[in-house]
């Protein structure tokens, strides 16, 4: 920054008395020159030249004033960059804003098609939002603005979407690399055919779909409707499909940008750490990447081991072999002696999912979920059926005729499909789900306590090392996530619940404290993730590491149930045994707070090539003791009996 002179300190004084105190304006009098910089009226964002990474080529951009870290938002010559800081941005005769390579030479960029100008007087204005306008001076008209050509950035107040009356289109596109603004691989864009929807693009192909508008969330971010520092507005009419993100607390700075990488992330500035912190990253897993699973499949990437993909109620995979083979991609087809229109078909549900691809999807939003259900049936090409609006009092109907593409569960708020079957499958769909129910509830119930007291940072395999500071002697705990039961001792139990000395309480954290240690639950601190929620790395203030599981909302338990259980488990102590260090209740947050483990899971070492060799025949046999020293203790001589 300091060798960047800030516009108007470098010009003559004549100049300086015209421009008078407006750094933030260009007009025909005078320009931006390699070095000097426009600074909005509040001094939050910059426009000027920059090189980025090691790149010696300059280009013209937006960036955060206030921010340390130098953070480029918008790129006007993406793909016509200068070489050498000959070049000059400026008004030219026309009212256009032209950067020039050299003085005279022809304009490596505009802003306006020269043809679409006649002589107009204008002024360029760096807002406090990052938006760069021009206007002309006499009607005071907007005639191009930053905003409408974003690059790889979505500020606060931007738009994404299409105005359907000028055609103009404004989506994300990526960088080529971090040392190239010219526009990369993905982009980030609505797409307005059969019922609106976000995608990600790679290469013009969908890569990952954000899905549809569900009234407060898109179908494809069930995250989205945990955070309250926005207000999103979403607007689909017929001048109109656009998205537009406010930030609530107007003091906090954040950004949504689409990397080289194909990744979608919103980062805020912290302040006090003088850094951007992750807030939130999408695709995340594998069932995020567009139709993984083929046609009428389902992804679940929380089948805890087993394969991902599972077709949806009545269909059967196309390739078995492949399926068998844990290749999911030629999806499923509808039984060979199903047909659709006999009589006594209905509909089986498919909760918390993010329903199909809507492009080729029918939507009617004065129906009912009644209603729509009953259209669904009286048209035999029709397959499933959904509500359009989940937000305030669920509305609208959404119908799929044909394949239904890139469907997928998710751990917390999903929507309900509902996929039409024929009779016989309708039945067997009936007298599974009621023999079914009350048994899965308890078991359920059961196994996901004993998860919360068992895992930390493993998931799919059954052993967790732990290794502490001083000690050399590796210890393990086993436990395995499907087959868990668990059985309370009645009589100590309840003993040791009415306890009155109650110090053997678990400590309850804040949610804000938790928040804060894990920076508002980054994921960039995100450890891993299960169907019973994510687990989170965290920092205390003194310095203490944390893992947090953050339990999904769908978790089932009550409050009261959740602290109880909690309070029980924490008296299992055995140096062999993950320790509990608290845990968090607080709005609709349930959380476990355990000791952090450095070393991660087992599994890590035994099923990684190159770490497995560290496991000797001596480690192995200690480990293996190990584990069974913390079964004894939950088998035996626990105060609760566990058994596993
Ligand atoms: C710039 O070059 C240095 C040294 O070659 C390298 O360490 C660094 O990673 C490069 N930075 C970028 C952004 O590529
Ligand atoms: C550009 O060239 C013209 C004449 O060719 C000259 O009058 C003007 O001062 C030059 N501008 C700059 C910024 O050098
Ligand atoms: C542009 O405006 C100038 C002065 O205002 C005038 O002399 C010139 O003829 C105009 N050119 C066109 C193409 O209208
Ligand atoms: C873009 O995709 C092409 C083809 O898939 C690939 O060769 C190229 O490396 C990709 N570019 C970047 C920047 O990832
Ligand atoms: C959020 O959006 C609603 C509707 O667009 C608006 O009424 C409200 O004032 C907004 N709130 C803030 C804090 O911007
Ligand atoms: C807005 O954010 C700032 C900085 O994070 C904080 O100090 C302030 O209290 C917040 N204001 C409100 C109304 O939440
Ligand atoms: C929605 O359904 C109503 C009632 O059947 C019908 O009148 C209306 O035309 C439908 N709208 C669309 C967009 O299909
Ligand atoms: C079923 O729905 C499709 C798509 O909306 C429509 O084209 C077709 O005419 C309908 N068939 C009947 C029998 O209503």
Not at 230 to 249: A, G, K, L, Q, T
Not at 267 to 273: E, G, L, M, V
Not at 545 to 560: F, M, N, P, T, Y
Request: aromatic share 10%; proline share 4%.
């Amino acid at each position: 920054m300091n060798t960047e002179r800030v516009f108007g300190y470098a010009l003559l004084l004549p100049l300086l008395l015209q421009v008078s105190t407006c750094l933030d304006i260009l007009n025909q009098n005078n320009n931006i020159k390699d070095g000097d910089l426009l600074v909005s009226s509040g001094k939050t964002f910059a426009l000027g030249f920059f090189s980025p990474g090691n790149s010696s080529l300059r280009y013209v951009g937006i960036w955060y004033y206030q921010v340390s870290e130098k953070t480029v938002v918008w790129v006007a010559n993406r793909e016509r960059p200068i070489s050498g800081t000959s070049g000059a941005l400026s008004i030219d005769s026309d009212g256009n804003l032209v950067l020039h390579e050299k003085n005279g030479s022809f304009p490596v960029w505009s802003a306006k098609d020269s043809s679409a100008l006649s002589n107009y007087s204008t002024t360029a204005r760096l807002m406090d939002s990052g938006n760069l306008v021009l206007v002309q001076d006499f009607s005071k008209r907007v005639i191009w603005q930053s905003f409408d050509y974003p690059t790889d950035t979505l500020l606060p107040f931007m738009k994404l979407g299409l105005d359907l009356k000028t055609g103009l289109n404004r989506f994300l596109t990526s960088w080529k690399s971090p040392e190239d603004p010219a526009p990369g691989n993905y982009s980030y864009r609505i797409d307005p055919t059969g019922y609106a929807q976000l995608f990600l693009y790679k290469d013009g192909d969908p890569y990952w779909r954000s899905g549809s508008w569900t009234g407060d969330r898109w179908s494809g971010i069930p995250e989205m409707t945990r955070h309250f520092i926005f207000n999103v507005s979403f607007v689909n009419n017929p001048d109109e499909v656009s998205v537009m993100y406010v930030i609530i607390n107007a003091s906090i700075i954040s950004r949504m940008v689409v990397n080289e990488l194909g990744l979608v992330q919103r980062f805020t500035w912290h302040a006090r750490q003088q850094r951007w912190i992750g807030f939130w990253s999408d695709p995340m897993d594998q069932c995020d990447y567009y139709g993984k699973c083929g046609p009428n499949s389902n992804c679940n990437p929380y089948n805890e081991g087993r394969f991902e993909c599972t077709c949806l109620p009545g269909f059967v995979p196309k390739s078995p072999g492949d399926w068998d083979l844990r290749d999911g991609s030629a999806g499923c087809v509808t039984r060979p002696r199903a047909s659709s229109c006999q009589g006594g078909e209905g509909f089986v549900k498919v909760a918390l999912v993010k329903v199909p691809d809507t492009s080729k999807a029918h939507a009617n939003m004065s129906f009912s979920l009644n209603d729509c259900e009953k259209e669904c049936l009286g048209n035999c090409s029709c397959t499933a059926y959904a509500s359009a609006q989940e937000g305030l009092g669920s509305f609208g109907c959404l119908m799929w005729h044909g394949d239904l593409v890139d469907t997928r569960t998710f751990a917390d708020s999903g929507q309900d499909l509902y996929v039409r079957v024929d009779a016989i499958e309708l039945a067997r769909y009936r007298s599974k789900t009621s023999s079914l129910s009350e048994r899965a509830r308890i078991a359920i119930i059961s196994v996901s306590v004993l998860t919360a007291l068992l895992l930390t940072s493993s998931f799919s395999y059954c052993l967790v090392i732990k290794k502490r500071n001083d000690r050399r002697s590796q210890n393990l705990l086993m436990s395995e996530m499907t087959n868990s039961t668990y059985f309370e001792g009645s009589p100590s139990v309840k003993d040791c619940d009415d306890e009155p000395r109650g110090n053997r309480d678990v400590p309850l954290f804040d949610l804000s404290t938790i928040a804060s240690a894990t920076n508002n639950f980054s994921f960039l601190n995100k450890l891993g993730q299960g169907g019973f929620g994510s687990v989170y790395k965290g920092v205390m203030d003194n310095g203490t590491e944390i893992a947090v599981k953050r339990l999904s909302q769908h978790s089932g338990q009550g409050v009261e149930e959740f602290k109880n259980e909690v309070r029980l488990i924490a008296k299992l102590q055995h140096r062999n045994l993950v320790r509990i260090l608290g845990c968090c209740v607080e709005e609709d947050e349930k959380m476990v707070i355990y000791e952090y483990l450095p070393n991660k899971s087992l599994d890590a070492f035994l099923f990684d090539k190159a770490k497995r060799s560290l496991l000797d025949w001596r480690k192995r046999f200690e480990i293996a003791s190990g584990v069974a020293r913390g079964l004894l203790y939950l088998h035996q001589d626990s105060r609760l009996r566990i058994i596993h």
